[in-house]
């Protein structure tokens, strides 16, 4: 396998909470076998790349793959436009990252799945494929999607990684927005660094339903979501870069006062989505984009849902242990 290194090329990029097109200059790497070659085309300098000359849909070669997730491990966001998938193929993919997740909703006993248990469905179409009407019980629950958040940190075992496919999308508004953790972490006073340090934050997803009035969880859901513990702070295995690990899923933190864990939670929030480490995409018609939850948080943006289609579907990858564990902090179940 060859490294080249193409010319450097300015971009405009339609940057969303930047407030207008940014221009961002770079080198675009480029990594070829034979005459395949995989581009990455960075968005900033270290967050957010778009990836052209693959092909996700059928089987990768050991080192296409390779290339994606050298990729992934340092822009933690990755743009595949036109990738042409079934759900079968979308979920082959995304077994070359680890074992899949299976979607909360099969939790409830009642609800109707309208995709495989492995997909997460995050549109607003029925299992008849109709747009949810107001008071659905999966359109407010969905609803949870526009607090930021990271994928699946109220599970013991949480989200390595999600890949979210677009289907069909509304003509207007729906961007998705991702805030770099990493960035965000290097940029916390050296006192904030030492007061958050072996912090241990309980999530439920619960908690973050609460905070838009939803409650309408069973007795099945009530016991499966009980709140986990998560690392506040965690080194990511693959870079040994260190993140923050928050979400609106985090509630109360071990061995502090519920108010001022609350005061905390929404301090490092709001200096992690600030607009320098946010990158927001506009979805086009077959993009793929995955994200890693171990470093990322994303929202969800508002659109008319209930006159457009949005047909979204992401698989999700499960990590290697839970954060505790993998931060080497004993901590019990409560």
Known sequence: ???????????????????????????????????????????????????????????????????????????????????????????????????????????????KLRLHENMADVGNLDAENRILETNDRQRLYNLGNRLWHTDSSFKRLPAYCSMLHARSIPPIGGQTEFADMRAAYDALPEATKRRIAGLVAEHSI???????????????????????????????????????????????????????????????TAHATQRQFVYSHRWRVRDLVIWDDRCTMHRGMEFDDQRWARDMRRATVSDVAPTCEQMGLAVAAE
């Open 1 to 111: 396998m060859k490294v080249s290194t193409a010319g450097t090329p300015s971009r405009h990029l339609q940057a969303g909470p930047f407030g207008g097109p940014i221009t961002v200059k770079h080198r675009i790497g480029r990594i070829q076998e034979d005459s395949v070659a995989i581009t990455v085309q960075p968005i900033t300098p270290d967050f957010a790349a778009e990836v052209g000359d693959v092909v996700l849909g059928q089987p990768l070669a050991a080192d296409d793959l390779a290339a994606v997730r050298a990729a992934f491990t340092k822009y933690a966001v990755l743009v595949f436009p036109d990738q042409e998938f079934t759900d079968e193929s979308q979920l082959d993919f995304a077994r070359n990252f680890g074992p899949l997740e299976t979607t909360v909703f099969k939790a409830r006993k009642d609800h």
């Open 206 to 268: 619960m908690t973050s339903r609460a905070k838009l009035g939803f409650a309408d969880f069973d007795e099945t859901e009530r016991e499966e979501f009980k709140p986990v513990p998560q690392v506040l702070v965690r080194r990511l295995q693959d870079s040994g870069r260190m993140s923050l690990y928050i979400a609106s899923h985090a509630g109360a933190i071990r061995g502090m006062a519920d108010a001022e864990a609350r005061q905390l939670l929404d301090e490092l």
